[in-house]
């Protein structure tokens, strides 16, 4: 069982700048895949970065490639997402998920952090 705990949100103007971080519970945190994920208002959620475990692989969406950053710390138990450049349309739910393997629906999620862009 991993519990994930998102914080860092909140309301930016455009172009401005957050970092959301996301703690897990687990110790044995390098195992996991990582990744973020968004859902926006009267969207569907969708993935924005992943990070894969050890290796530090990072894999981003086209709408925040070369915007945002995803990183983990495997001593501190934490995945962050930078994110630069803050548009409106960042706005959404932001949630961390964890994975063994590539199925983050079977994975384990954070409960979300609000981030509200301004324009």
């Known amino acids: 069982q991993v519990q994930l705990v998102e914080s860092g949100g909140g309301l930016v103007q455009a172009g401005g700048s957050l970092r959301l971080s996301c703690a897990a519970s687990r110790r044995t945190f390098s195992p996991y895949a990582m990744a973020w994920f968004r859902r926006a208002p009267g969207k569907e959620r969708e993935v924005i970065a992943g990070i894969i475990r050890s290796i530090r692989s990072t894999s981003y969406a086209d709408s925040v490639k070369g915007r945002f950053t995803i990183s983990r710390d495997n001593v501190e138990n934490t995945v962050y997402l930078q994110m630069n450049s803050l548009k409106p349309e960042d706005t959404a739910v932001y949630y961390c998920?964890?994975?063994?393997?590539?199925?983050?629906?079977?994975?384990?999620w954070g409960q979300g952090t609000q981030v509200t862009v301004s324009s």
């Open positions: 998920a964890a994975s063994l393997g590539t199925n983050y629906e079977s994975g384990y």
